[in-house]
């Protein structure tokens, strides 16, 4: 008897950065969804990843790395043009079903009849407004325009949070397109022996991740600040660290094993649309000490102890409690670790194949139709 044939793979074309959480946001989501079916073509912009980022996208998918930039590390409007026709003409030889971007620039001069997913994880305008509360300088308006172009071709926008979509849409107008997926996280869920320190782990170039008050705060903790992450831009920005430990740019795996033996995690964000580092620091069962912005509100509220991101003695008060007591410290990292499990790679993993499906099934419709 002939066996019924199997459904070809649906093949996503997913823009990728070895920057910022992007990275593992990809990563994650693919691991999830390569069961289902699905294959991965990454395609990565801006600077090179490293030999064990590349070992990993190879395991999950295939690679590809076009010599093209990031928006945020450009002039101009123009320096973006051959992004959008790079990766058309990327899409269209290696016959992929869907383009799943992870920046809204890189959507506007697309042209494709393939669907087109685009997901807002951070942009500069949205960045301004949480960072400087302010609206974009004048040299960098462009970037509103690009933007908005961008998340109004997508056949869906995706936000990683109520709180950062809200901020998409008072920055570039409602969207009737706009949707919700919170992030998740395949870090391990540990609750070993933990030591007597604190953990934070970021970028910390970024004004955005306000290492400064951080850094400030460690003067005056009972125990040890451990901050983990690069404090030079590609651009040459950087961070002084003086009462701080800081340890470095280090692998994800070095920094899940840091936080497997911390007990406090601490990130002082001015501007998080979602903040991946304080899920992965639950489901290893940190207490969370988190900027009391809203974001970090819609998330963690009740699950956490949130501090004026603009005072580094708040910070050093709310670290020094949970240093000093361990029944309020346990309570808080047991109520992290529960309220991680919201965000849960099936349920993220579902929605994106909704997604996915909907706008494939779509496409089928119209080509038969006409």
């Known amino acids: 008897m002939m066996m019924p044939k199997r459904p070809s793979p649906i093949r996503i074309l997913m823009t990728i950065d070895a920057v910022g959480g992007v990275w593992r946001y990809a990563m994650d989501l693919a691991a999830s969804l390569r069961p289902q079916g699905y294959e991965f073509l990454f395609v990565g912009l801006g600077p090179q990843p490293s030999v064990h980022q590349e070992k990993e996208a190879s395991e999950l998918g295939r690679l590809h790395w076009l010599q093209a930039p990031l928006d945020w590390m450009v002039k101009s409007e123009d320096d973006l043009s051959l992004v959008g026709p790079a990766i058309a003409n990327l899409a269209h030889a290696e016959a992929v079903d869907l383009l799943h971007l992870n920046l809204p620039s890189q959507a506007a001069a697309i042209e494709t009849k393939l669907p087109v997913i685009v997901m807002s994880h951070s942009c500069v305008v949205t960045w301004f407004a949480g960072v400087r509360c302010e609206a974009v300088p004048l040299d960098w308006q462009w970037h509103h325009k690009i933007n908005r172009c961008g998340l109004m071709r997508a056949d869906v926008a995706l936000a990683p949070s109520r709180s950062h979509a809200r901020m998409l849409e008072n920055a570039y107008g409602a969207m009737d397109r706009l949707h919700v997926v919170y992030n998740a996280s395949r870090s391990q869920e540990t609750s070993q022996i933990k030591d007597r320190i604190v953990c934070a782990a970021a970028r910390w170039w970024d004004d955005g991740k306000n290492g400064q008050t951080l850094d400030e705060a460690a003067a005056l903790t009972a125990w040890p600040i451990m901050i983990a992450g690069p404090n030079t831009g590609p651009d040459g920005q950087t961070l002084p660290i003086r009462h701080a430990q800081h340890l470095g740019a280090l692998s994800n795996a070095q920094v899940m094993a840091?936080?497997?033996?911390?007990?406090?995690?601490?990130?002082?964000?001015?501007?998080?649309?979602?903040?991946?580092?304080?899920?992965?620091?639950?489901?290893?069962?940190?207490?969370?000490?988190?900027?009391?912005?809203?974001?970090?509100?819609?998330?963690?509220?009740?699950?956490?102890?949130?501090?004026?991101?603009?005072?580094?003695?708040?910070?050093?008060?709310?670290?020094?409690?949970?240093?000093?007591?361990?029944?309020?410290?346990?309570?808080?990292?047991?109520?992290?670790?529960?309220?991680?499990?919201?965000?849960?790679?099936?349920?993220?993993?579902?929605?994106?194949?909704?997604?996915?499906?909907?706008?494939?099934?779509?496409?089928?419709?119209?080509?038969?139709?006409?």
């Open 258 to 370: 840091l936080m497997g033996r911390s007990s406090i995690f601490a990130s002082p964000s001015l501007y998080e649309p979602f903040g991946l580092a304080a899920l992965e620091a639950a489901r290893a069962h940190n207490a969370l000490v988190l900027a009391d912005i809203p974001t970090y509100r819609e998330l963690w509220s009740e699950a956490a102890l949130f501090a004026d991101p603009g005072a580094p003695e708040a910070w050093a008060a709310g670290i020094n409690r949970l240093c000093e007591d361990n029944d309020l410290r346990t309570q808080l990292a047991d109520k992290a670790a529960e309220r991680a499990k919201r965000f849960d790679l099936s349920s993220q993993a579902e929605a994106m194949a909704g997604f996915y499906t909907s706008l494939l099934r779509q496409k089928s419709e119209l080509s038969a139709a006409e």
